[in-house]
């Protein structure tokens, strides 16, 4: 014969805990991303006040939850309310917040940089709309989005050709360059970090690109010019200072 055991009142509560600690979990680690500045390796700016008023209301939620179990009170508005199913999934999300207050998010590089695209055109053009600029406009003023968006408007090489470039990016070596060039690469982010895409400029280097690091970041002064590679002729910065900066706060261009 079996004996059926009720379970302590104890052991009963603990998927509630569970709960209420996965709530304020993600609640703490929102807040803690935008009050260090790491927000932004995640999201566009424009979904921070989303993201900080949804922190905020997690937060709330869970000391309202915690609140009812320490007094071992239902509110009946409170009562019938369920914000995840107690249990498996709750531990899967509060794991996921415990991590994520744990490990710091760093930006994308390189390898990623590779992997999206960037061996396959050489200069990858943006998916954003194309912009105009003034005639009188100081070319030295653009950034390296601002040159890739100018060249997805108008594609004709020789159109740019003498302008003079002050731009910021990382080094990524191509397999697709001559050894004399890397490509000065930087990322967009348009909504969050799953459709980061990097767009980026072959730069004909002073000498062999083995002494310009993989991911460090440079300011190259120089002037545009072409080049002719696997048969197509593209822009190219022609570099005469290639001068290394520590990795900008927030990477990402919008």
């Not at 239902?74 to 498996?88: D, E, I, K, N, S």
């Not at 968006?149 to 004709?156: G, I, M, N, Q, V």
């Not at 690091?213 to 696997?230: H, I, N, Y």
């Not at 593209?234 to 261009?253: D, G, S, W």
Request: glycine share 8%.
């Amino acid at each position: 014969m079996t004996i059926n055991r009720p379970r302590s009142k104890r052991f009963a509560r603990l998927p509630d805990w569970i709960d209420i600690l996965a709530l304020g979990a993600w609640g703490i680690l929102f807040l803690r991303y935008w009050l260090t500045g790491k927000l932004g390796l995640l999201i566009h700016p424009n979904y921070y006040g989303l993201t900080v008023a949804a922190a905020v209301v997690l937060l709330v939620i869970a000391g309202v939850r915690g609140w009812q179990q320490v007094r071992r009170i239902r509110g009946p508005r409170l009562q019938h309310m369920t914000f995840f199913t107690p249990g498996a999934m709750s531990s899967v999300l509060l794991g996921a917040a415990i991590l994520g207050l744990v490990i710091v998010p760093r930006p994308f590089a390189s390898q990623t940089a590779i992997q999206r695209g960037l061996e396959q055109n050489i200069a990858v053009v943006t998916r954003s709309r194309p912009q105009a600029f003034r005639v009188n406009e100081s070319t030295e003023s653009r950034s390296l989005i601002d040159w890739v968006r100018a060249l997805d408007a108008y594609p004709e090489p020789d159109a740019y050709t003498g302008q003079r470039v002050n731009v910021q990016g990382f080094a990524v070596h191509s397999s697709a360059l001559p050894d004399q060039y890397l490509t000065l690469t930087r990322f967009v982010i348009t909504c969050c970090a799953a459709d980061v895409y990097p767009v980026g400029l072959p730069v004909k280097l002073p000498k062999s690109r083995r002494a310009y690091p993989v991911d460090q970041w440079f300011t190259v002064q120089g002037k545009m010019g072409t080049a002719a590679f696997k048969g197509k002729r593209q822009l190219v910065i022609e570099a005469t200072k290639l001068t290394p900066i520590p990795e900008p706060e927030n990477p990402y261009n919008y």
